[in-house]
């Protein structure tokens, strides 16, 4: 893996100190099958050919021809074929940079842009990029670090309102992993406390990290999982509103009640009941 440091000036005039570690062009044809896998530094992914279907820390995204995702460092991820054909991508990776949503002050998994538009343009610098890493002809690494600012160039004009690019949080590792564990273990009696054993940090660093780059308090996005779970029970099953409470992991009714109104902005039992009027005023 090569390694070429340089200086990355963003939106803002900080500095921030990158280094572009590998450049590869992937082919296959028929399907594979994807592993969850995370790295401590950012990956370009950019579909050449084909399409493929990505998930980023359980989100899905459908990824065609033209379309590039940034997966941001530490982000378990996973991606696969949409049926048969060829898929064609190139994958490069650097560390010390990390892209979230501009202005919102919010950890992202990751950022996906569709680059239709610009299309010769990013292709012409991803080619200098892949050709520049694999040849190593003397210079190289000047050719691939303006390469590579020339192609965030082009995504800045097409998204000028949504990209931010930023030295990665020093905690978004451990807010990415507490996240998934919350993902995982909503349904079991979870803590804050808990939490904090877990991720090995203060629980009020922890609360204060998470609400940073999440935007939710951890027990508030605990909550809106359950809640989210929750939504599925009633509108799926015959189980009773207590039943429900307690499969998505909540300690009472009376709680559960609480939380889903002030999320959904109408009780469990008012959001099944609507919920199955309309379905009788599509059958009638």
Known sequence: MSNIPFTLHTQNSAAINVSLLYAASSKYEGEWSGTPHSHPYAEFFYVLRGEIDFQAEGEPYSLHEDDLIVINPDVNHTERPRGPGTVEYVSFG????????????????????????????????????????????????????????????????????????????????????VKRYIDANFRQPISLDHLAEVSQLNKYYLAHAFREYIGLSPINYLNSRRVEEARVLLRDTSHSISEIAGIVGFSSQSYFAQVFQKAVGESPGEYRKRLRRGRQEKQE
Do not use: I
């Open 94 to 177: 650097v560390e010390g940079l990390c892209m979230d949503p501009a202005d919102s002050g919010m950890w992202s998994s990751c950022s996906l842009f569709h680059c239709r538009q610009s299309r010769s343009e990013v292709r012409f610098f991803l080619r200098l990029l892949l050709a520049e890493f694999e040849n190593n002809l003397p210079n190289y690494e000047q050719l691939c670090c303006h390469a590579f600012e020339s192609l965030l160039v082009f995504l800045k004009r097409a998204h000028p309102q949504e990209l931010a690019v930023t030295a990665p949080k020093r905690t978004a590792r451990e807010c990415s992993a």
